[in-house]
C-alpha cells in the first residue's frame, strides 16, 4: 500500500487526479458536513461540557468552604467585662485546612483552563479544517497538473500538510472519546466522593453566620440592650458551632483537598497530554505508513550546521 499514492501521480493521470482534487475541494466547501463524525463529534460535546461542568462545580464546592474557613479563621471573640478579659481567633488552627483548600482550588482552576484552551481547540478545528483542507487541495491539483510526483519536494509538503490537517482533525474527538471512558470508570466515582466529604458545614449556620440583619432599635436605648445582646450571642454560637464542626472534620478536610488535587492533576496530564498527543502519534503513524508521507511526529528545530571549511585556531595556513 505504500506509495500508492505518489505513484498514481505519473503517467496520463494526472489530469484525472487533479480535476478529481478540484471536485473534492468545490465539494467541501459546499458542504463542509462532509467532515462531521457524527458518533465522534457529538460524544467529544458531551466530554467537554459534562468535565467542564463538573469542575467548575468542584471548584465552587472548594471556594465555598475557603470561604467558610476564611469567615472561621478571621472571627475574633472578646470577653471583658469591666474592661478585663481576653481576645482570641480560635479559627487560625485550621489555618493548614485553609491554605490546602486555596491549592485545591488552584489545581481546579487550571483543570478548568486546560479543558477549556482543549476545547476551543477542538472547536476551531472542526470550523476551519474543511476550507484548509479544500485550499491544499485545490494546491495539489495544481502541482498534479502540472506534473509534479512523489520525488518533488513541494508536492511531498503541501500533501503532508494535507495529511497533517487531517489527523488533527481526527485526534481530538478519538481522544475525547477515551478520555470519557476513562473518566467514567476511573475518576468520576472518586471526585463525586471527595466532594461529599468537602460539604461539612450546615447550611443553617452559615447563614447564622453571615446574616447581617440587625434587630429593630426603639426609642428608648436603655430597653434595646437586650436586642444587640441576643444578636452577638447567635453570632457567637454560629461561629463556634462553625469552628466545631472544621475542628472535628479537619483531617478529613484535608485528606479530600489531597483527593481532589490528585484526581484533577491525574485528569489533566492524562485527558489534556498523555492520551491526545497518543492519539496523534498513532494516527500519524498510520498516515506514514500508509502513504509513505514521512510526516514528523515532533515539530524539532534544526541548527544551523557548522561549515567544515571554517579556520581552526592555531591552524598552518597562509598568512
Known amino acids: 500500500m505504500r506509495q500508492k499514492l505518489f505513484e498514481s501521480i505519473g503517467g496520463n493521470r494526472k489530469k484525472q487526479i487533479s480535476l478529481g482534487a478540484i471536485m473534492l475541494a468545490i465539494l467541501l466547501l459546499a458542504v463542509p458536513r462532509l467532515l462531521t463524525l457524527p458518533v465522534a463529534d457529538s460524544r467529544t460535546q458531551i466530554y467537554f461540557s459534562h468535565s467542564i461542568t463538573e469542575a467548575s462545580e468542584a471548584y465552587l464546592s472548594c471556594r465555598l468552604v475557603i470561604g467558610t474557613l476564611g469567615l472561621v479563621e478571621h472571627s475574633q471573640i472578646s470577653l471583658r467585662p469591666f474592661g478585663v478579659g481576653v481576645q482570641t481567633e480560635p479559627g487560625q488552627m485550621l489555618d493548614p485546612v485553609y491554605d490546602m483548600a486555596e491549592r485545591a482550588s488552584d489545581v481546579l482552576v487550571t483543570a478548568i483552563a486546560a479543558l477549556t484552551i482543549e476545547e476551543i481547540g477542538y472547536e476551531i478545528t472542526k ?20 506534473g509534479f510526483g512523489r520525488e518533488d519536494l513541494i508536492f511531498r509538503r503541501v500533501v503532508g500538510l494535507t495529511l497533517i490537517l487531517i489527523c488533527l482533525r481526527i485526534a481530538l474527538p478519538v481522544s475525547a472519546m477515551v478520555n470519557q471512558t476513562v473518566h467514567r470508570y476511573f ?8 466532594r461529599e466529604k468537602i460539604d461539612i458545614f450546615p447550611q443553617h449556620d452559615i447563614a447564622a453566620a453571615t446574616s447581617l440583619r440587625l434587630p429593630p432599635m426603639g426609642a428608648n436605648p436603655f430597653s434595646d440592650i437586650d436586642g444587640p445582646l441576643q444578636f452577638a ?26 483527593s481532589l488535587c490528585s484526581l484533577y492533576a491525574g485528569e489533566f496530564v492524562i485527558q489534556v497530554l ?3 498527543l497518543l492519539t496523534w502519534w498513532v494516527l500519524v503513524r498510520i498516515a506514514n505508513a ?7 511526529l515532533l515539530i524539532r528545530h534544526r541548527r544551523a550546521e557548522a561549515k567544515v571549511d571554517s579556520p581552526r585556531l592555531g591552524g598552518t595556513g597562509p598568512h
Open 274 to 276: 498523555l492520551l491526545p
Open 127 to 146: 470550523a476551519f479544517t474543511p476550507f484548509l483542507l479544500a485550499i491544499l487541495l485545490v494546491a495539489v491539483a495544481a502541482l498534479a497538473y502540472c
Open 233 to 258: 450571642l447567635q453570632k457567637v454560637s454560629a461561629i463556634s458551632r462553625l469552628i466545631a464542626t472544621a475542628v472535628s472534620h479537619a483531617a478529613s478536610l484535608s485528606q479530600s483537598f489531597v
Open 290 to 296: 500508509v502513504f509513505d508521507a514521512n510526516l514528523p
Open 187 to 194: 475518576f468520576a466515582a472518586r471526585i463525586a466522593s471527595a
